[in-house]
């Protein structure tokens, strides 16, 4: 996955990594001019990346992570959505209430491990990002 970012600071040491500023994506696109709903406030997000090639401050670049980005939405998305439909539709022989019940706390077992999968990969080695090219 690619994402377009600013250099906002250098490596202190040689071989070291840049630090960037990316502007975080909407599904809307971010034409702001036409809906006015979001009052066009991006967030950023601040990373830190390896560079093969030689950049300066302020240059835009493109920049390339690792597909755990896609398995790690896939994650936080699906799976609190996938455990609250196993929990309301197994449990056929409960009344209404009984069911929805299972359904919300497997919806929260959903985030829990979502929660925790996040804290095992920042503590590992967290998702990497590399510089491909200067725009």
């Known amino acids: 996955m690619t994402q377009t970012a600013t250099v906002t600071a250098l490596p202190v040491v040689p071989g070291g990594q840049v630090e960037l500023t990316i502007v975080r994506q909407t599904a809307c696109g971010h034409s702001c001019d036409g809906c006015g709903r979001c009052a066009g406030k991006a967030q950023k ?14 240059d835009q670049v493109e920049v390339y992570s690792d597909n755990r980005v896609l398995g ?12 609250f439909l ?12 009984g069911r929805c019940l299972c359904g919300g706390l ?8 979502a929660a925790a999968c996040d804290r095992l990969v920042k503590k590992r080695s967290g998702i990497s990002y590399r510089i491909v090219r200067k725009l």
């Open 45 to 58: 997000l601040v990373i830190r990346a390896g560079s093969d090639i030689p950049v300066a401050l302020g």
């Open 86 to 97: 196993l929990g309301y539709l197994l449990p056929s022989s409960l009344l209404e209430p």
């Open 72 to 83: 790690a939405a896939a994650l936080v998305y699906g799976l609190p959505v996938v455990l």
């Open 106 to 113: 497997g919806f929260a077992m959903g985030l829990a491990g």
